[in-house]
């Protein structure tokens, strides 16, 4: 194997898992864009020297390279399940777990030379994250919705947008608190249930009427 080769898929790697992490990133995941690279070029790396002991041992012991990656496949699900967060009766973080795990099947089919399967499995799971995710929203649109409010986010605040989803008969099921492109303001983003005859129009309304809520809309 020449260095050329070994440049070449690991810098296959690093574009592949940064499409991956780039999705991740742009939802604020905590295992973004550089997380997902440095798991995809490392699963790569170890690939390409299980490859490398068997070409220089060749004839000397017997070696499988497959044995390597399988401990890539096992060992990786420690940072899977440190993404993975319960919060309420909620748990967040299982889809990016599940892109750490991909990733790293596709760093070591990178690795391995099978550039095919590497490329196929990275647009098969872009084409989850990405279309899935409107699908599912499209899928329980009817009863779930999402409510991103741009706000000041005290504890005063919080509580007045609380009793207004009530009035509504809106039942919140998590929340997310982000820094927004404008401080002192925050974003909030409510996954919520409708629990009476749709008026998301009037919810809307009513949030915006509150002080210190600049801009609110659904996802």
Known sequence: MSDLVIVQRLLLIAALAGLVGYERERHGRAAGLRTHILVGVGSCLIMLTALYLMEVLAGQIALDPTRLAAQVVSGIGFLGAGTILRFRASVRGLTTAASLWAVAGIGLAAGSGFVFGAVTATVVVLL???????????????????????????????????????????????????RSDQ???????????????????GILSDVLKLEGTRRAHWA
Not at 183 to 201: F, G, I, M
Request: net charge negative; hydrophobic share 40%; charged share 35%.
């Open 128 to 178: 989850a994250l990405w279309g899935l995710s409107r699908l599912e929203r499209y899928i329980r649109k009817d009863w779930f919705k999402v409510l991103v409010v741009e706000t000041r986010a005290s504890g005063e605040d919080l509580a007045h947008l609380r009793h207004v989803l009530s009035e509504h008969e809106v039942e919140i099921r998590d929340f997310e608190i982000k």
């Open 183 to 201: 401080p002192p303001l925050s974003v909030v983003e409510l996954d919520v249930k409708l629990l009476s005859p749709r008026d998301e129009d």
